[in-house]
C-alpha cells in the first residue's frame, strides 16, 4: 500500500533558525496536506497541495508540492516558541485508495 | 458553530472486552473517518463513512466496525481488545469523502489493561 516517508523524526533548533521537513510518497499523489498537532492536542490542518510544482506561504510557513507530486516539505523561517510541536504531511492518492496516509511527523524542539 | 466532537475523552478497558467510540462531525460535514494514533506516531487511517455506509477501509482488521447515523454522527467499534490497541483515537469530519482539509476532534485515548 502507499507508503509515505518523513524527515526528519526530530528537529532541535534555536529560536530565530530557520527550520524545513521533507516528506516522499512511494505513489503519485492526487493531494498533500499538512498539519500541526501541538503536545497532547489533536492535529490541525495547515493547508493543502494539489498542482504539480505548487507553492504555497502562510507568513512565515512555506509550503512545496513537488514536480511529480510524490514530495513535499515545509519550511518555517525564523522560528518562534509558538511553533513547537509536530508537522505532519499526509497524502491523498484519490480513486477510492486508503483514506489519509500521514507520515511519522517531525517533532520540533525550539530552545529560546 | 461546535466542532467535531468525541465522546469519551479517555477510556480503560480489559484486554478482550469490547468498545465504543462517539464521534459528532462539524456542522455541514457528511464524512466521518476514523484513526488509530499511537504514542508518536502519525494517525493510521482506519475506516471512512459517507451516506451511511463504509466507503475505504484501512489496513484493520475485522475486529475494528463503525458505523455512521442519519445525523452523519459515527461509532467506532473494537472488539476482542489487545493490549496493542491502546492508543489515541482520533476522528475527522470533511464535506467531500476527504479529498480536502480535515477537522480532527480531540480524541479518544484508550487504554487496555
Known amino acids: 500500500g502507499q507508503q509515505v516517508m518523513q524527515i526528519p523524526q526530530y528537529q532541535h533548533v534555536q529560536e530565530g533558525e530557520d527550520f524545513t521537513t521533507y516528506c516522499n510518497s512511494s505513489?503519485?499523489?492526487?493531494?498533500i496536506q499538512w498539519y500541526k498537532q501541538r503536545p497532547g492536542g489533536h492535529p490541525v490542518f495547515l493547508i493543502q497541495l494539489v498542482k504539480s510544482g505548487e507553492v504555497k506561504k502562510q507568513k512565515r510557513l512555506t509550503f512545496q508540492f513537488g514536480e511529480a507530486k510524490k514530495n513535499s516539505s515545509l519550511h518555517i523561517t525564523a522560528t518562534q516558541t509558538t511553533d513547537v510541536g509536530t508537522y505532519f504531511c499526509a497524502g491523498y492518492s484519490g480513486g477510492g485508495a486508503d483514506g489519509l496516509t500521514f507520515g511519522k511527523g517531525t517533532h520540533l524542539i525550539i530552545q529560546p | 458553530d461546535a466542532g467535531v466532537t468525541q465522546s469519551p475523552t479517555h477510556l480503560i478497558k480489559t484486554r478482550g472486552q469490547q468498545v465504543t467510540l462517539r464521534c459528532s462531525p462539524k456542522s455541514g460535514h457528511d464524512t466521518v473517518s476514523w484513526y488509530q494514533q499511537a504514542l508518536g506516531q502519525g494517525p493510521q487511517f482506519i475506516f471512512q463513512?459517507?451516506?451511511?455506509?463504509?466507503?475505504q477501509r484501512g489496513n484493520f482488521p475485522d475486529r475494528f466496525s463503525g458505523h455512521q447515523f442519519p445525523n452523519y454522527s459515527s461509532e467506532l467499534n473494537v472488539n476482542a481488545l489487545l493490549l496493542g490497541d491502546s492508543a489515541l483515537y482520533l476522528c475527522a469530519s470533511s464535506w467531500d469523502r476527504g479529498i480536502t482539509e480535515a477537522f480532527f476532534g480531540q480524541g479518544t485515548r484508550l487504554t487496555v489493561v
Open positions: 463513512y459517507y451516506e451511511e455506509e463504509e466507503r
Open positions: 505513489t503519485t499523489l492526487s493531494n
